[in-house]
């Protein structure tokens, strides 16, 4: 697709992006980076013209492209998806839209105000599993549909890498964590049940990652601590990025670890940086556990587990209807008509769930709906904007019914 694209931060989402989008014949002709390996890496990956070392630098060249994808850390997403659409790009954002509610305002307005396109990545809506489930709903498969259990397993090495050791530990320099992780979880529940939320409740907290509960004779780092003790750690930095080095491994989250990634290199930053410190230091402060509840206008209900002491694996969501319930597994669909009894739709596996492994198929679904949305000028290609602004809102709601302890009224509960 003849698309032209400015690309706003080369890390592992960018690069991510910038090879679905290569493949798909777009000409990537701009990037802003700040750390220069990165930038020439990206640069010399797809014959970048244009490369800045700050995003700031970028828009005061001329328009490089119609569209620009925002992959920079989240509390930059607002500033740089305004100056962008005022400078008449269309966007594909990375999630979050930004790191508070005044903030989404903000995008939000920008958006009405220069009538650009935004995709945000919200990717589950992208992946073939997302049409075929919501096909099955359309077409009554459990009549109408009451209630929507969904689970989110982030994984006990994902989440101690991304938000004990990583870029979002600390809620101050990032996102909640709910945010970071698990709008798009909201939004799926909006995907399947597209109804108003009438009340939010939400419940959880950082219950394992404290320093009260780091094993006896721990030490600091994962490289000094004891093999008694670092051998019976699940969440060892040796086992979760050099174990993973020797087996053959270079991609995530290696590279965020190190980069270009080497040996050499994974154990310096394993010795010297975060990642290879003991996740019970206490230096982070997101939750590691949540549950979030909605109760819908019509009576319906759903619920989403965030676990970050999980395995590793598709999401799974179940759904219950007045005449049956089905359960997903991201590869799988299983139907239980109460009359008609059982079957199995086969969707396939498209990659793995994680960042890894495209979302299964979420990241090329993304990417093409975006580029083809610009290319014919079709904004209803993507998600509309305001349902994902909802779960935005949604989302600080939950966030405020936890730190409250309360149930929270939705006003106005249809954007």
């Keep these: 697709?003849?698309?032209?694209?400015?690309?706003?931060?080369a890390g592992n989402r960018g690069f991510a992006y910038a090879r679905l989008a290569h493949a798909l014949g777009a000409r990537i002709a701009g990037v802003a980076e700040p750390r220069g390996e990165r930038r020439e890496a990206f640069r010399e990956a797809f014959g970048v013209e244009r490369a800045f070392?700050?995003?700031?630098e970028a828009l005061e060249a001329p328009p490089l492209g119609e569209a620009a994808v925002v992959a920079l850390p989240d509390r930059l997403h607002a500033e740089a998806a305004v100056a962008l659409m005022e400078r008449g790009y269309h966007l594909l954002l990375e999630k979050p839209i930004a790191p508070t509610w005044p903030e989404v305002a903000r995008v939000a307005e920008a958006k009405a105000r220069t009538g650009r396109m935004v995709a945000v990545a919200h990717v589950l809506r992208y992946t073939p599993y997302a049409r075929a489930l919501k096909a099955l709903l359309r077409e009554g498969a459990v009549g109408e549909v009451v209630s929507v259990q969904h689970l989110e397993p982030v994984g006990h090495w994902h989440f101690a890498h991304s938000f004990v050791r990583g870029n979002w530990r600390k809620e101050g320099e990032s996102s909640p964590f709910l945010l970071a992780k698990s709008v798009h979880d909201l939004d799926w529940l909006l995907f399947l049940l597209p109804k108003?939320?009438?009340?939010?409740?939400?419940?959880?907290?950082?219950?394992h990652f404290r320093p009260e509960r780091r094993p006896e004779g721990a030490g600091t780092r994962c490289l000094?601590?004891?093999?008694?003790?670092?051998?019976?750690?699940?969440?060892?930095?040796r086992r979760i990025y050099l174990e993973a080095?020797?087996?053959?491994?270079?991609?995530?989250?290696?590279?965020v670890v190190a980069y270009p990634v080497t040996w050499e290199g994974l154990v310096e930053a394993l010795r010297e940086g975060p990642y290879g410190e003991c996740v019970y230091l206490g230096r982070n402060d997101v939750a590691d556990h949540q549950v979030v509840m909605l109760e819908y206008e019509g009576g319906e209900t759903a619920s989403l587990h965030v676990e970050g002491l999980s395995r590793m694996r598709f999401r799974e969501t179940r759904v219950f209807g007045t005449e049956g319930e089905l359960f997903g597994d991201g590869e799988r669909i299983w139907v239980h008509h109460f009359v008609r009894g059982e079957r199995v739709v086969e969707v396939g596996r498209f990659g793995e769930a994680s960042v890894r492994g495209g979302h299964g198929g979420g990241d090329l679904g993304l990417v093409e709906a975006f580029l083809r949305a610009v290319a014919l000028g079709e904004e209803g290609l993507l998600e509309p904007f305001a349902e994902a602004v909802y779960a935005h809102r949604l989302t600080f709601l939950a966030e405020e019914a936890r730190r409250g302890g309360r149930v929270v009224e939705v006003e106005n509960p249809r954007p």
Excluded: H, I, K
């Excluded at 697709?1 to 931060?9: K, P, Y």
């Excluded at 601590?225 to 060892?236: K, T």
């Design 196 to 207: 108003g939320v009438r009340r939010v409740a939400s419940f959880g907290g950082l219950y």
């Design 245 to 255: 080095y020797a087996r053959g491994e270079r991609g995530w989250p290696l590279d």
């Design 1 to 9: 697709m003849s698309v032209s694209l400015l690309f706003l931060g």
């Design 224 to 237: 000094d601590c004891p093999e008694g003790v670092e051998r019976r750690c699940p969440f060892s930095a």
């Design 53 to 56: 070392g700050d995003w700031r």
